[in-house]
């Protein structure tokens, strides 16, 4: 008996400790990726930040960013790769798909990644700084380029890279292929497909701040982190193009609100347009005589409504608009620039708005009333009874009693001048042109 219990035990230990070591083996973990396309503004470090905090909580093989940009804010630059170079998940910059660049300050966060990877028909570099506000003088440019070749350098040394072609990248705004770029020792591989790099990427040794750490990619499952609400909605607000239109919208609501108080919905939206406007202003070079020109615009398209200038007004307007809208971002960077066919179309409807819309709804407030006692003042009725001085007149297809300061006999016409209760006060009319309007044909009292 006691040797029986002995064999089972004995044949039983491994199967436990099999169990055991499966049970605690550690699941698979996924491989997260992110993709960060347009310009690098706040928006997009806020993004690439909250995907590295998911990653690290959530104990990720890798965080995969798939960039396409052409370039962005320094301030922004910056920001994301010191996470990057104090994340404890190794980072992998992947530029892709084909067509897509990594320029300017995506240079920098491509040598910054621990494995950088280009897709087939993309390219990297021109990376000299430009000064959002304009041009530079010579010294403020010289010190400049050094701080960002500084950088570029130090980046591309902790990360084993080639140095001499990042510091070009800066200084001599050299690109590359992506074919280029990994026979220079820029990147580390070149993949067409996200899958085919996690498996070329599997095994490879790569460094953190807490020691070497071992890629397992190969067949890891993929999970894409999708921006956020509020991310999707900083990202459109900070376009340049989109923050101009806001700008506009912002103005014409609080002008509605100003010339129409009480209508209230005008008034919020045009406020929450301008807040939304100057959120994205604070991250784009404003220049603000551009903003001035703009604003003098709306004066004169207002004035044009209300003034008649045979047009001088809304020509001002429309020049000063288009200058000030082309003045509004002083950048030589293309990209952060406002499109040249929405400033056009946005000078177009905007001077149409005010000359047309609002030019009718001030004639139509300076016109004469056509309801209520107002409207009648000033019009012509007949005489239904002979007025001596009280009587009855017939006035817009309704009888009024009436009083006249001279007798007038039936059927002739009368004007009406005040109104004291429901009894008008009238005058006889003695033109032949206003008995025209004095309804001849109304019926006469019997």
Known sequence: ??????????????????????????????????RVEGVIAPSAAQFVTTSLQRAQQ????????????????????????????????????????????????????????????????????????????GEMDKEMARKVTNDAAAYIRSIAEKRGRNVKWAEDAVRKSVSATEKEALRLGV?????????????????????????????????????????????RVLQVISDPTIAYILLLLGLAGLYFEFSTPGAILPGILGGICLILAFYAFQTLPINYAGLLLILLAVVLFIAEAMVVSHGLLTMGGVVSMLLGSIMLIDTPAPYMRVSLSAILGATGATAAFFVLVMGAAVRAQRGRPQTGKEGLLGTVGVARTRLAPGGLVFVQGAIWSAEASESVEVGEPVEIVAIEGLRLKVQKVRTDSAAGLARPDAPAAS
Not at 6 to 29: F, I, K, S, T, V
Not at 77 to 103: D, N, Q, W
Not at 198 to 220: F, N, Q, Y
């Open 1 to 34: 008996m006691t040797r029986r219990v002995l064999l089972a035990a004995a044949l039983g230990l491994p199967l436990a400790l099999a169990a055991a070591a499966a049970q605690g083996a550690e699941a698979p973990r996924p491989v997260y990726v992110a």
């Open 58 to 133: 959530d104990r990720a093989v890798a965080l995969v960013i798939e960039l396409d940009t052409p370039g962005g804010l320094d301030v922004s630059m910056r920001v994301i790769i010191k996470e990057m170079m104090a994340s404890e998940v190794p980072i992998v910059v992947y530029v892709s798909p084909s067509g897509a660049r990594a320029a300017s300050a995506g240079a920098f966060l491509t040598l910054a990644a621990h494995v950088a990877a280009m897709a087939p028909g993309t390219n990297i570099g021109a990376a000299h700084p430009v000064n959002m506000g």
């Open 187 to 231: 990147i580390d591989l070149v993949s067409e497909r996200l899958d085919d790099l996690l498996a070329k990427i599997d095994g490879r040794r790569v460094e953190v701040p807490s020691g070497p750490v071992t890629l397992r990619t190969k067949g890891a499952a993929l999970v894409r982190i999708e921006p956020s609400f509020r991310d």
